[in-house]
C-alpha cells in the first residue's frame, strides 16, 4: 500500500464508518488511516492466511484519476 490508497478493511461491517479509509503510513505491526475529515486512526495489519485489505481503486477509474492525494478533493467536488 502507499500514501493515498483508498482501502477497504474486510473484518469492519458494512455500517462501520472505518470500513474504507485511506492509508497514510505504515507504522510496522499496524496502518495509520484516515476518512479525510480530520479523523486518524491505527489498524494491525492482517497476517498471513487472514484476509488482506483490498485497494478500492473504483473511484478513481471512474474519474479517471491515476492516484488519489489530497488535491483531489477539489478536482472530486469535495469541499468538506
Known amino acids: ?3 493515498g ?6 473484518y469492519a461491517s ?5 470500513r474504507k479509509a ?11 488511516l ?5 479523523t486518524f486512526w491505527r489498524t494491525y495489519k492482517p497476517g498471513k492466511g487472514e484476509k ?5 481503486d473504483s473511484i478513481l477509474k471512474r474519474e479517471g484519476i491515476e492516484s488519489w492525494g489530497y488535491s483531489h478533493r477539489e478536482e472530486l467536488g469535495r469541499d468538506d
Open 14 to 18: 458494512k455500517g462501520n464508518p472505518h
Open 5 to 10: 490508497d483508498i482501502i477497504i478493511n474486510p
Open 34 to 38: 484516515t476518512d479525510m475529515s480530520g
Open 52 to 56: 488482506q485489505f483490498k485497494i478500492d
Open 22 to 32: 485511506v492509508f497514510v503510513r505504515d507504522c510496522g505491526k499496524s496502518i495509520e
Open 1 to 3: 500500500m502507499k500514501f
